[in-house]
């Protein structure tokens, strides 16, 4: 297991341009859905201001806030930044995927959201309470459905290291049956897991039907830019899995100067073709009630579940 | 020369029958009969623990002790899986003794006496290390039985509830109907052998429907001992009502005696030669449906204990899917898919005695500090019980499969050995392979939601009752029973690689086939099942990781100078928020209960009493309720059908002398007609 320093160095590099550039993914859609809306809208890099604006405020806990709820916006933050840094971005050959596998990587998320949700308990609000029961039980239908999606890849890649994966994708002759279903299942997760509209929506505050901003309502200061900088981080990471795992034409093979610099302009192209597609459908539709999330949500898990049936079935001795 | 490993087992269980032994005599005092018994377990869960470590790296070793029946002299013997058993019993009964030390001067305190506990806690250790050392049929059933036995007297300890009579009759007569089932397994190989050692039974030559009947008598046999669905209704009532200490043992080392009894018996007597494909298919099938309808149940739940001893039939249903994975790819000539799925099921077998363990001793804390098993009067116990806090936390974040605790190295091996799957011809295989992998992903999922709830209602939040709000922290006995599984799981998450080839031996010894050098982990850095390509998992360097990151935004982005300041919660403009206005266990799990509604299938009573106008109300109720779905749709269909047969047979009873004459003439005639022919 050899690996050399170039690539822990590049593996460096992109597990900060994850984490440097995800507010700039925020403002992209912020952006764009105020032009499709026929508003001007803030400027793109509107959420770094509030990032920062936010650093420098005062932190404010409630009375009776346990040490959980103090190292919540830390352990968030650390566990989705570590998860965003195996997904290959712009190098195939990551040496940080060797560390954590594609189901290490969907524990850590889980991980950050055990966390959160606990933070939600914490104070002994009913908001928090129902946002942490909402959240807890939606993701515990769509993890099982991401899970399933992933696995479908793995087992065409014999592997489920997402390096190997993410070079399986790219060496792909034709679009298997299997790999679109999984690519169903994986957009609706992702849009699910990142609370967007159809699920749940992202810019609303007070509202009965909110869920993962009902649980961080008491944050503030510091702690709110750590949970909202996660938050961000979590949507490049479900856009570049997707990319990577799916559509990874242009990905470097090698890590020399050319292929990675175009590497890096087809990636950045993709997200944001991505985030217009995201800010069309949030344009187009409305949130669904509440108790149709499960239906959403089970027919991402019985895509996947097709997936993986049809892999057995028809892929695997072909 | 007594092997070294066999005679601290054999050491292991003269003390535990030492400690059984010696509690009536000092009954008269509790402080010492107490402290005696606890440390004694203690010393034997020790010894048992040296006795697997020791054992795991050694070759089999046998001893005959002339004790028992005069032909048939008490064979013992320690190999690899009786080891790595004996290191699963030792690694949690050596926290439950130091733990008893202090939850039994409760007990004393509540009760005058521990008596019944004394004498059949010890016992039921004697009887789980006996089983698992046996080395014939007559000295495992004996141990066996004195196994069931004792735990049925810790199940009654509080025998005054009506309640728990109720649950040790029933814990009684299933574990019975499972002893019978077994010793039909025995019979079936005694017939083939000819003698009641495993040295015969293993050398026998079994037919195939010989095989097929013991395998069918110790799948129903164990898996009723082991709680699996559809078999586990004794099982929540018997855990939640034991006392926290026994019933610690009893969910996270009895069960476990149950997958060892299964596993020596069709891996090791029976013999992988025999497996046909459904076998796996079975136990594959009830380890998928354990699980599921065991986590489900579980978040319904607001009785504490009720609620882990649910997740116990979760837990064995894990275990199952790893070890019916093994017997899958053992009957269809992929050896080494099996070991790997053998390791995966073993590896899970002693997380959830760590944190099963723990969580039912957090659980004994709990009780002892607020006096209640219901979590809805709970809450904001992490403020009045800061270090129990922590320990059922670890435990939490353990059992519900996240890194970088044991759990998830667990699951982690599952999930890759499902993802292994070679092209089966079988159709029903392939198609109930990824099935199993999603419902154990799904279960998973469900756990996490399960244990958010749990420590979200009982440590987080306001008190919702005085008791609650006026909660004290366990003595240190308690806290260092339940401080050294956490650091077990801990180890065993992060450093799977060093624990990985210690028990590997194993399923050495019942699939012939290693891990061997391209398997093996490459260092004690990375675990690698198959080759590097296929799937790593660096436990220590993903916490390294964790750290690094942490320790850099800590350093960069945490406000120094800045002070936190402390304000009221806010409450919408509320005057007074009361901590009935939180999220109660039951609205927690509301929304699971609503998507999964048929499966749950609640009985909804509502009623509205009105006064003299309809438009006047005066009471509202409503109450939901939801029981076992197996219980009430097929044991007490079942009973029902017994109830009516015996009414029956009853009338029969009822006729004069004449009748029975009749009966006694026609038998007679029968039988003479039977010895004729």
Known sequence: MSISITLWVLNLVQAALMVLAAPLLAGIIQKCKARLQNRRGAPILQPYRNLLKLFRKETLLAENASWIFRTTPYVLFTTTALAASVVPVFLVDLPSALIADVIAMAALLALARFWLALAGMDIGTAFGGMGASREMTFSALAEPAMLMSMFVMSLGAHSTNLSTMVEHALHLEHLLPSVAFALAALLMVAIAENGRIPIDNPSTHLELTMIHEAMILEYSGRHLALIEWASQIKLLLFATLIISLFVPWGIAESAEVWPVLTALVFWFGKVVLLAVALAVLETGLVKVRLFQVPEYLSTAFVLAFLGMLVHYILEVGA | ?677
């Open chain 2, 1 to 677: 020369m007594i092997d070294s490993a066999l005679f601290l087992a054999i050491c292991a269980m003269s003390t535990s029958l030492f400690a059984s032994l010696l509690s009536p005599c000092i009954g008269r005092f509790p402080a010492l009969q107490r402290l005696s018994v606890s440390l004694l377990l203690a010393v034997s869960g020790a010894l048992a623990m040296a006795a697997g470590l020791f054992g795991l790296n050694s070759s089999e070793a046998v001893i005959t002790l002339p004790i028992g029946l005069p032909w048939l002299p008490m064979h013992l013997h320690l190999d690899a899986l009786s080891a790595f058993f004996m290191l699963t019993i030792g690694v949690l009964l050596l926290p439950v003794g130091i733990y008893s030390v202090g939850y039994l001067k409760e007990i004393v305190a509540k009760n005058g006496s521990i008596q019944q506990m004394g004498l059949f806690l010890p016992l039921f250790a004697l009887g789980m290390q006996g089983v698992v050392l046996a080395d014939d049929a007559y000295t495992f059933m004996v141990f066996w039985e004195i196994m069931s036995l004792a735990s049925y007297f810790l199940v009654t300890f509080e025998h005054e509830d009506e309640a728990t009579r109720k649950a040790g009759f029933l814990y009684l007569l299933m574990a019975h109907l499972a002893g019978l089932l077994i010793l039909g397994a025995f019979s079936v190989l005694y017939a083939a052998a000819g003698d009641f050692s495993f040295v015969a039974m293993r050398n026998a030559e079994l037919s195939p429907g010989m095989a097929t009947a013991a395998f069918l008598l110790a799948a129903f046999g164990f898996g009723m001992k082991a709680g699996v669905v559809p078999l586990h209704v004794w099982l929540p009532d018997a855990h939640s009502a034991a006392p926290s200490n026994a019933s610690a043992l009893m969910s996270g080392i009895m069960l476990k005696v149950a997958i060892f009894g299964f596993i020596r018996l069709i891996w090791d007597l029976v013999g992988m030669h025999e497996f046909v494909w459904w076998w796996g298919a079975l136990v594959l099938a009830a380890g998928s449906s354990s699980a599921i309808t065991g986590i489900l149940m579980a978040l319904q739940q607001h009785d504490l204990k009720r609620l882990l001893a649910y997740s116990s039939v979760e837990n064995v249903g894990i275990i199952l899917i790893g070890l019916g994975l093994a017997m899958t790819f053992a009957a269809s000539g992929h050896p080494l898919i099996a070991v790997l799925g053998m390791i995966a099921a073993l590896y899970h077998t002693i997380n959830h005695a760590l944190f099963k363990g723990m969580l039912f001793m957090g659980a004994g804390a709990v009780m002892h500090a607020t006096g209640s098993r219901d979590m809805e009067s709970m809450g904001g116990l992490i403020h009045r019980m800061p270090v129990t806090a922590v320990f059922v936390l670890i435990a939490c974040i353990s059992i519900s499969g996240l890194p970088p605790f044991n759990g998830f190295v667990s699951e982690w091996l599952t999930f890759q050995t499902a993802l292994l799957t070679p092209h089966l011809e079988n159709t029903l295989l392939a198609a109930l392979i990824p099935f199993s992998a999603s419902m154990l992903a799904l279960a998973g999922a469900l756990a996490a939601v399960c244990f958010v709830k749990l420590f979200g209602i009982v440590f987080q939040g306001q008190a919702r009752s005085t008791a609650a709000a006026e909660a004290h922290e366990v003595d240190g006995w308690m806290k260092a029973g339940m401080a050294i599984p956490a650091l077990f799981c801990l180890l065993l998450g992060v450093l799977p690689t060093l624990f990985i080839p210690l028990i590997e031996s194993v399923p050495q010894m019942l699939i012939h086939t290693s891990l061997s050098g391209s398997v093996q982990p490459e260092n004690w850095l990375w675990l690698t099942p198959v080759n590097a390509d296929r799937a790593s998992y660096a436990a220590p360097m993903m916490l390294f990781g964790m750290l690094i990151f942490a320790a850099l935004i800590y350093w960069r982005l945490h406000g120094r100078g800045k002070r936190i300041l402390r304000g009221p919660v806010w409450s919408c403009g509320h005057a007074q928020l009361n901590p009935r206005m939180q999220y109660t266990s039951t609205s927690f799990s509301q929304p699971l209960k609503r998507i999964f509604s048929g499966a749950y299938l609640p009985e909804v009573h509502e009623g509205t009493r009105y006064g003299t106008h309809p438009l006047v109300v005066r009471t509202v109720v409503y109450a939901v309720y939801i029981g076992d779905l197996f219980y009430r749709r097929l044991y007490l269909p079942i009973g029902r059908i017994t109830q009516i047969i015996a009414d029956r047979v009853a009338h029969e009873h009822e006729r004069g002398m004449h009748a029975y004459l009749a009966y006694i003439f026609s038998t007679i005639l029968l039988l003479l007609l039977w010895v004729v022919q």
